[in-house]
């Protein structure tokens, strides 16, 4: 699975301006944010639709997540309780 590029990046555009709004991430580069100095989030472009894998809960690796077009903002409260987390 491909890291996702500029067009499933735009159509991401009300995920990303809400992740680019909170403090605790750093966005590296297009659509990979950074949680103090360790990869916390990044998307996926996949013939299946797009994907974000975050950070998982006990920092072991990543959890991987369906991005539904229309449930962008679900998503990110998502992470913002996944942030809320030691």
């Not at 809400?18 to 659509?31: D, F, I, V, Y």
């Amino acid at each position: 699975m491909k890291h996702a590029g500029p067009d499933a990046l735009s159509r991401l555009a009300p995920a990303l301006a809400g992740l680019r709004a909170l403090p605790q991430l750093r966005e590296k580069g297009p659509g990979v944010f950074y949680r103090r100095s360790r990869a916390f989030l990044h998307f996926h472009d996949d013939p299946t639709g797009l994907y974000a894998d975050v950070r998982a809960a006990d920092d072991t690796g990543f959890d991987r997540f369906k991005i539904v077009d229309n449930h962008q903002a679900a998503f990110v409260a998502q992470v913002v309780a996944r942030l809320g987390q030691p």
